[in-house]
């Protein structure tokens, strides 16, 4: 009873010591927080020795055993060494020889896989000493292989003479299958047997230089602390270095990869080099970080090559590479140089996404018709970064599919190739740009807005009914903000969408006004591009402007020398007839030449100007020979020159016919029709009109001149303000330093 009373006083003491506001429970919270905190930290040791396995010391004894008694996984005898501590190191010298020498003999006379799964290495790990070494000079393989293991080292002399001009007949074996005798270095180690290397922690060197493996290597998040030397390795099968960790250097420097390469996720903290390796199927090295220089150079990709997702923190060199299928640096990031110089390219380069921070190099790089950069939301700051090619190449070789998304791309890419002068790549992307431009005005002309078609429409587009009717109720709703959003309707699948997708829009509907200035942008960018590759092409303005003097010329020389045959004939001598002619002949070839050479399109370049100078010209000159010519002066020619000077002048304020005034009468003498050289006047003429340059100033007479013959001259007068205009912005965009109407967009 006192002691009951003592605590019931001891108890109010306490409470009465603590503010109501402040009671026990306030503490509780904080309590079982710190509790929590307790029990998570405080055993972490304890729970992560739990999580590593637990390694057996191998010891010569445990090591005979699993050699006496192999495991059977996946058909393949393997010798069991998972989960061991084995002690390579120098002061443990006993051990280690016998441990070489025990599986060089076992993996050497049988097909013994070897599992290292989980395995502490200490020390380093020559692996080239656990294979047989056997010559490999031609019709010198050691007999005891068996037939398919022989045919697998003969697939070598293959890969040696595909490679004869690069650098893998360099190669020690390569010298001995392309012998008959042997040398000093005509042998080579197999390795058998399937090496497993899962999760296993090497903290000595690695080294397996000079070796074929017959069958697989998986070293999947395997650990390597020291260098490894993998040079002039042999992979008959897949092999697997997922998530494998390089901390030094990682040299792979003259292997052969017969089979796939799975790199994907490694990590190299140190150099890591390829160089002169022969990829024969797909590499993948996605997502890999490689932190200090990466060497490809000379590497023969023949199946795809997969960099997409990887980290390059320092320099990347793909020099004199020869990438026969795609290259994919989709979302790849290079923050210092790569360099791709004189490398071969026959598939895509996909570059889509990806990161260039610093300097990519591509100059002397070799690109098949079938290869392009695809360079689809690039990142490329062209103010701290640059790329690099070769002048007037290069620039051809961006392929972009949509302008939506690109043009800020497109913009930098140009903006980088005008800071290096090099402005024939940067008009090739200005080019491409309006290309797109236009692909998107036709888009929106022709395709089906969804926001505003009927369902009748719909359905006639290629949507069933209930889908049509699903689309109908769905924008009543909400309007589709683009075309994507068709597929949260549950009738529509992945399938019509991506059938129907390029023939429908989103958007405001069009009135007719805004529909015929659409149409009207579309038109006048088709003749831009077709005319003079939008400003970017001077012999294709060239080529188009000397079929137009030529064709005109002809036309005005027909009008002024055959005139008429009845009751007395007027026209041309023979001579003149065959001169005009071979002359027409001459230059329209050489407009032709520049037309179809420069030309992305030629025949519709012809199609186009064909529109633009036959049907108006041909159809006043039909009429006119029609109606016939009954008129005063009919042996005088329409056309006069000025005859005060006979010299080179820039005529741009001057005008087909002459004023009606009697001093400029006197000043202008009708064409001589009995000079040989007479036929030049009218080229002469036809220059003055359309380029308002010529050696003379020709016009028409103002008396007794058919009102046809004037319209054809004033045709050619207006297509050549036109075509002059066209000429100079073309070339203040195709001259370095003659910028005057370069933003003239």
């Not at 697939?155 to 490679?163: K, P």
């Not at 020690?172 to 008959?180: E, I």
Request: aromatic residues 12%.
């Amino acid at each position: 009873m006192h002691n009951l009373s003592f605590k019931h006083r001891y108890t109010q003491k306490l409470n009465a010591k603590i503010p109501k506001k402040l009671s026990l429970r306030t503490f509780a919270l904080p309590f079982a927080f710190l509790c929590v905190l307790l029990l998570l930290f405080l055993p972490l040791p304890a729970w992560a020795a739990q999580t590593q396995p637990e390694r057996t010391p191998l010891t010569l004894k445990l090591l005979q055993e699993r050699l006496r008694k192999p495991t059977l996984r996946e058909g393949n005898l393997t010798v069991d060494l998972q989960n061991m501590a084995i002690d390579l190191r120098p002061e443990n010298a006993t051990f280690r020889d016998a441990f070489y020498q025990l599986l060089r003999k076992e993996l050497g006379t049988k097909p013994l896989g070897l599992d290292l799964s989980n395995a502490l290495i200490l020390g380093d790990f020559i692996g080239s000493d656990l294979g047989l070494r056997t010559p490999l000079y031609a019709k010198a393989i050691a007999p005891i292989f068996t037939p398919t293991e022989q045919e697998k080292l003969e697939r070598l002399r293959f890969v040696c003479l595909e490679s004869l001009a690069i650098a893998l007949p360099n190669s020690k074996d390569c010298r001995s299958l392309l012998g008959t005798e042997s040398t000093p270095y005509s042998e080579i180690i197999v390795f058998r047997g399937v090496l497993t290397l899962v999760q296993t922690r090497f903290n000595g060197e690695v080294k397996f230089s000079n070796t074929f493996f017959l069958q697989s290597v998986d070293a999947q998040g395997a650990t390597f602390l020291q260098p490894t030397n993998w040079t002039e390795t042999r992979f008959a099968r897949p092999i697997n270095f997922t998530n494998a960790n390089f901390q030094q250097t990682s040299n792979f420097q003259g292997s052969i990869f017969f089979e796939k390469a799975n790199f994907k996720k490694i990590k190299c903290r140190e150099n890591a080099d390829f160089q002169g390796s022969f990829f024969e199927n797909t590499a993948n090295f996605n997502q890999a970080i490689f932190k200090q220089l990466a060497k490809f150079s000379s590497v023969q990709w023949q199946g795809n090559a997969d960099f997409s997702e990887v980290y390059f923190a320092n320099q990347a060199q793909f020099t004199k590479g020869n990438f026969n299928h795609f290259l994919l640096l989709t979302e790849v990031t290079f923050e210092q140089a790569v360099s791709f110089r004189e490398a071969e390219f026959n598939q895509l380069v996909n570059l889509q996404a990806a990161n260039i921070l610093n300097q990519a190099d591509f100059s002397d790089a070799r690109f098949t018709q079938e290869a392009c950069l695809s360079v689809s939301g690039l990142t490329f700051n062209s103010n701290q970064a640059k790329i690099l090619g070769n002048p007037g190449e290069i620039g051809q070789m961006f392929c972009i599919p949509t302008l939506q998304g690109n043009q800020n791309v497109l913009r930098n890419l140009g903006q980088n190739f005008r800071q290096q002068q090099q402005v024939a790549d940067a008009n090739e992307l200005e080019y491409t740009k309006q290309r797109l431009r236009l692909i998107e005005f036709g888009h929106r002309l022709t395709a089906i807005n969804i926001n505003s078609a009927s369902v009748a429409s719909l359905i006639n587009l290629g949507f069933s009914a209930t889908q049509a009717q699903a689309i109908a109720q769905r924008r009543l709703l909400k309007s589709f903000r683009n075309s994507s959003e068709l597929l949260t309707i549950a009738d529509i699948d992945l399938e019509k969408y991506t059938q129907l997708s390029d023939r429908l829009i989103v958007g405001e509907t069009l009135s007719i006004g805004g529909w015929l200035l659409q149409a009207w942008s579309w038109l006048a960018l088709n003749v831009l591009l077709l005319l003079s590759g939008y400003g970017t092409n001077f012999w294709l303005v060239f080529g188009v402007g000397g079929l137009a003097i030529a064709y005109f010329g002809l036309l005005f020389w027909l009008v002024d020398r055959y005139r008429r045959l009845h009751p007395v004939p007027i026209i041309p001598t023979s001579y003149e007839t065959i001169s005009i002619l071979v002359s027409f002949s001459v230059l329209e070839f050489f407009s032709l030449l520049a037309i179809f050479r420069n030309a992305q399109q030629p025949w519709l370049t012809l199609g186009c100007l064909f529109i633009i100078i036959v049907p108006v010209p041909m159809a006043l000159l039909i009429r006119l020979y029609q109606q016939g010519r009954y008129h005063g002066l009919m042996d005088v020619s329409y056309f006069t020159e000025d005859g005060t000077f006979r010299q080179l002048r820039l005529l741009i304020g001057r005008l087909p016919v002459i004023p009606r005034n009697e001093t400029f009468r006197e000043r202008y003498m009708p064409l001589l029709c009995d000079r040989r050289w007479n036929w030049l006047n009218y080229y002469d003429f036809s220059l003055n009109n359309l380029v308002k340059l010529g050696f003379n100033d020709i016009r028409l007479r103002d008396e007794h001149l058919p009102g046809i013959i004037s319209a054809l001259a004033w045709y050619q007068w207006s297509l050549g303000s036109i075509y002059i205009t066209l000429v100079l912005w073309t070339l203040s965009r195709t001259i370095p330093g003659l910028n005057l109407l370069i933003y003239l967009k």
